[in-house]
């Protein structure tokens, strides 16, 4: 594990630096969790990312060339600083600043205590539908805003449909009007695409289309495991 002298702790306790960082928009990027054997169980955001650092209760996992490093909170403050001062393009790093310093935003944390193994199935939520359809009506094929969507079901309840991935959709409030307690076919509707499980959490699959996210792909497996946001 990486341990660098800590040039920016200036008598402070990591745990009254952390809780004095302000509200950013860095602290709204995203955070792959992994437990204690690398085993990718959540997604979190970057202020609870940076409470779990200052607390020792994580690392930071960064990945570069194909293999990762560990680092505690102040060595990765360490290398954020000599981020900030040689490299030229941060278009691809998000950045918390506080009055002592700039830190970059892990992408990847690890928690020291915690070894449980992620929930295997996809929760089926609101958002998580309107992230596998991209919120996009699945009638119309136009996109809009969560507040402009609602959720159909593709088989009505009174004719039998049930909650589940295969018979609910995104759809427009025009759209679901249009439908009413019909089936697609009696309302002379088609769906764009025939709504599926999804095999690993929907809203990962949009943060891995982000470049920033790219180093998730090294600790998510299709096969193998599915991811819970909190």
Same mark, same amino acid.
């Given at each position: ?33 992994? !437990? ?12 609870? &990312? ?16 194909? !293999?990762?490093? !560990? ?5 990765? &403050? ?39 193994? +992620? ?5 089926? !939520? ?18 809009? +805003? ?51 499980? +999804? ?32």
């Amino acid at each position: 594990m990486h341990r660098a002298p800590n040039k920016l702790h200036r008598g402070v306790p990591p745990q009254a630096q952390a809780v004095a960082v302000p509200l950013h928009e860095g602290l709204g990027a995203k955070v792959l969790v992994l !437990n204690k054997l690398y085993v990718a169980i959540r997604v979190t955001s970057a202020k609870r &990312a940076f409470g779990l650092l200052a607390r020792e209760a994580a690392e930071v996992i960064h990945v570069e060339n194909g !293999n990762y490093y !560990n680092y505690d909170f102040w060595s990765w &403050a360490e290398l954020s600083e000599l981020q900030a001062e040689f490299e030229e393009d941060h278009s691809h790093l998000d950045w918390v600043h506080t009055v002592s310093f700039d830190i970059v935003v892990p992408r990847i944390v690890r928690l020291l205590g915690y070894d449980r193994l +992620p929930a295997q199935q996809v929760k089926l !939520n609101r958002r998580n539908l309107f992230a596998r359809d991209g919120n996009q009506c699945q009638y119309c094929g136009h996109h809009f +805003p969560t507040s402009e969507l609602s959720i159909d079901h593709v088989t009505p309840r009174a004719l039998g449909g049930g909650d589940t991935w295969i018979n609910l959709v995104c759809s427009c409030v025009r759209c679901n009007a249009r439908k009413g307690g019909r089936t697609p076919a009696q309302a002379h509707m088609q769906l764009i695409r025939s709504p599926v499980r +999804p095999r690993r959490n929907p809203a990962v699959t949009l943060r891995l289309s982000n470049h920033k996210y790219a180093s998730w792909r090294t600790f998510l497996d299709d096969a193998y495991w599915s991811v819970e946001l909190r």
